[in-house]
Every structure is written in C-alpha cells, then in structure tokens.
C-alpha cells in the first residue's frame, strides 16, 4: 500500500527551465510533507518543506505547492541548474499529532541537461 | 557541528553470516530512526528510538533484525543470519523531536550486500 506516489520515475530539462516534479498522497492523516535529495552513495538531504496549513513555501528557487483536497503537491526548481540532478523523494508525516515518522515515494530521478 | 555518522559504509557478507551496523547521531538529537533502502525505491520505515526506548517498529523488521540504543546516543542495528534478499542500504536519521522540526537528519547510508 503505497500511500505516497511519485509516478514519474524521471524526469529531463534543459538548464535554465523549470523543473517540475509531482507526488500524490493518499492517507488523509498527513500533515507535513517534505522534499528531500539524494545524490548517488550518500544519504538524503533535506531540501524544503510544507504544512498543512499552508498551500505554498518558497526557499530561494525552490517552491512547493500543496493542493490538499486534491491531495497533491508539488516541486518546483527555477531556474534549473546542472547540480540539481539528483534523485528527488518526497516525503509526509502525520507532524501534528507528535509523529515525525516519514513516509517516502519511490523518487524521481531528475537530469539536468546543460 | 558533525552529522549523522553510520559505519561501516559499505559490507560485503556471506548468506548466513550476522552484521551489525552503527550509528551516531547528531548529539542531543532524542530520536533515531533506521530506514532501509532498496534499488529504485524510496527508504522504508524500519524501527525508531525515543532516547533509549523503541518505540515503534516496522512489520519489515523480522525476528532476525534487532535494534538497540542503550544509553540514548548511538545505536547498533544487528541483522543474523543475513540473506540476500536483506541487501540494501540501511539509513540512519536523527531529529531533536519533541515537536522542534519535522526534519530528519540522514546518514550517508551503510550498504549491505550479502552474497
């Protein structure tokens, strides 16, 4: 049962564009969610993140939209940059109620082409 | 101001065989969290630690996994009689808890093959 779904394994865009990466969720209990990085051989590194009473967080050219009755978010990089290929997890808690626990997607490997 | 330490970084075992791995995480961080790892998925949710109480587990965490935190600093996770379907990579996290942040601090991994 995966309750959060990044259905697009990868993802290519041209230096300089917008990448746009996107997870679904579907436990209703979750009220955090996060983005994290991962490069090859090292642990993931947190990158942004958002609460359920928000619908936007932005962090210098990275911006993430929740759409909570849709139960949607979404990753936005602008504009993209050759370090930021990397594998991209998104990730949600249940925060609120005192459990940080995470629950991770199956990432989306992001390329960015020079 | 170190992070999230796990050692070794990478072991190589025989099926059968018992591994332990460790990790240190950032001090005063209560709680630690082991996740694993497997080719092309997210990490999993194993076991995690309030000081030195586990608190939850994981039903992917069989009777051949154990997990421990004795004095609430570092922590060993022990798998017997390896098999190879057990190779992955075992992640570490540590957060303040307590509410602070819905952070969790990773390790850079311990990777396990078992031949």
């Known amino acids: 049962d995966q309750q959060v779904k990044q259905n697009s394994p990868s993802l290519s865009v041209q230096e300089g564009r917008i990448s746009i990466l996107n997870c679904d969720y579907t436990?209703?209990?979750?009220?955090?969610f996060l983005w994290y990085k991962k490069y090859p051989a090292e642990g993931p590194t947190f990158l942004i993140s958002?609460?359920?009473?928000?619908d936007k967080n932005e962090d210098g050219r990275f911006t993430v939209f929740l759409n909570k009755s849709a139960k949607h978010l979404s990753l936005h990089i602008v504009p993209s940059q050759p370090g930021d290929s990397a594998v991209y997890f998104c990730?949600?808690?249940?925060?609120?109620?005192?459990?940080?626990?995470?629950?991770f997607g199956t990432g989306t490997r992001l390329t960015i082409i020079p | 101001d170190t992070g999230v330490s796990q050692n070794p970084r990478h072991k190589i075992t025989k099926r059968g065989q018992n591994v332990t791995f460790r990790c240190d995480p950032i001090?005063?961080?209560?709680?630690l969290y082991w996740y694993r790892q497997t080719l092309g998925q997210g990490p999993e949710f194993l076991t995690y630690?309030?000081?030195?109480?586990?608190?939850?587990k994981s039903r992917l965490l069989s009777d051949r996994f154990s997990a421990e935190r004795p004095k609430g600093s570092f922590s060993t996770l022990e798998i017997q009689r390896t098999e190879q379907g057990d190779s992955a990579m075992y992640l570490c996290?540590?957060?303040?808890?307590?509410?602070?942040?819905?952070?969790?601090?990773f390790g850079e991994g311990s990777r396990l093959t078992v031949l």
């Open positions: 996290a540590s957060s303040p808890g307590q509410g602070i942040t819905g952070e969790l601090f």
């Open positions: 436990n209703s209990m979750f009220d955090y």
């Open positions: 958002i609460s359920s009473i928000k």
């Open positions: 990730a949600a808690s249940e925060f609120s109620r005192g459990n940080e626990k995470l629950t």
């Open positions: 001090s005063e961080h209560n709680r």
């Open positions: 630690f309030q000081n030195e109480a586990q608190l939850e």
